[in-house]
């Protein structure tokens, strides 16, 4: 009986030897896999060396059908005519000049067994002395690599599917899709107009004299929104600049469309124009194309591309998102006396200064700044204090209401700077909780009366 079942487990082990032989000899590629892999097989081979200078012409046909054409050191792709990324060719055409790749079999008997009966991939390389053909056949089991030899050699190579694959890319992949470059950093225009909303347009004055930038506390204005031009948000501009060089190209969904409205372009959602010192960008806005994508289209130019929708969104604004929210802001150093008149009563801010020769030359003069208040002196830290209350006043909203300037409370500032040399703030009743607030007869915004009640107890708690 021992005897018997040592034979069943001998015929047992032959036929599982059998099988396993049978299955490599049906399966070479596993088996190349599994006895060759990329970790396993020796050093990297020099399968050819080209002098890169003297390739003018590149031919790839399978599953994309290219012709890389060199003139004068620059690749263009026959019958495709758009400019083209010179990075992305050289990517591609680079690695096949020099292409080295690990020897699997050398004079190989059977080369169907690789699929290089019937590549997937046949790449023509031409130039000055110059004719090579790569055959490239199947993947590897562990996808790392192709088989792949050269025509009329019987030598079969692992080729890295990273090299493969760059050559299976569709003529779009090549494109460069540049669109023209704003310089955030000389920025001087920009104009936002979306439907339903009254347009941003925000300009950076270059005619201001020193001391105008200073009382106007910074350069970046919102103009035609309001009765008179807006000073920016600092941190909004900031946001809207840092956005700037993401503009860019992340696809292209049709070039010559025929039919702008299949994305929105027909009406776009939004149009972005954008001036630097030297160039200038407008854009059309579409529709979504996805939860994090959108189309848009350069005007003038007839391709429709697809861009990161967080990036557009930035840009998404309306003027009031943008501008400073101070109902009037201006540096103390400015102001000579502030005069507030509260339900029929004024309190009277006086400042005055006077200077000191500074005791090194080339330092600048001491100057000493004493404040009162209805006559009686304030130590000036205080003070300071309390005018940040004032000039801290911001509105809240748009003033939506047709209203006559007749103030229930306004504040005057005399000022020493400018060529304006007085500013009243008049804030007019505009219903139970809030107080339209005018400037030189108009008023474009509301403020709540809780924020203007407050300063003026602040103030006469001070003195």
Sequence with gaps: MKKFKSIIALVV??????????YISKHPKTAQKDSSSSSDVAASAEVW????TKVSKVVITGSANNTFVKNAKVWSIENYDYKINQTAITSVTDPLTTLSGTLVEKDAKDMAKYGLDNPIINVVINGEGIDKTLLVGDKTSDA?????????????YFISASTVEGLTLKQSAYRDNTITAIDAATLSYMKIVQTGNAPVVITKSTNQSADEIQYNVNTWMLTG???????????????????IPNLIVSDIAED?????????????????TLKDTKNTLHLLMGKNKDESSVYFKVDGVNTVYIMDKTVTDTFKLKPFDVISKFAYIVNIDYVDMIVVDANGKKDTVLLSRTSAKAEKSGDPDVVTTTSKVNGKSIEISKFKTEYQEII???VDSENDKKLEDKPEISITYSLNKGSKKQEVVNFVPYNDQFYAVFRDGKSDFVITKDKVNKMITSLKNLK
Excluded: H, W
């Design 13 to 22: 082990i032959l036929l599982v030897l059998c099988g396993a032989y049978f």
């Design 49 to 52: 060396k080209l002098d890169s």
């Design 144 to 156: 790392a690599n192709y088989y792949a030899s050269e025509k009329g050699s019987k030598n079969v």
């Design 225 to 243: 929104a309001y009765s008179s031009p807006q000073g920016l948000d600092s941190e909004k501009i900031a946001t809207l600049t840092a956005a």
């Design 256 to 272: 010559n469309p025929k039919d702008l409205s299949r994305y929105g372009l027909d009406k776009p959602v939004m149009d972005l």
């Design 392 to 394: 801290g006043l911001t």
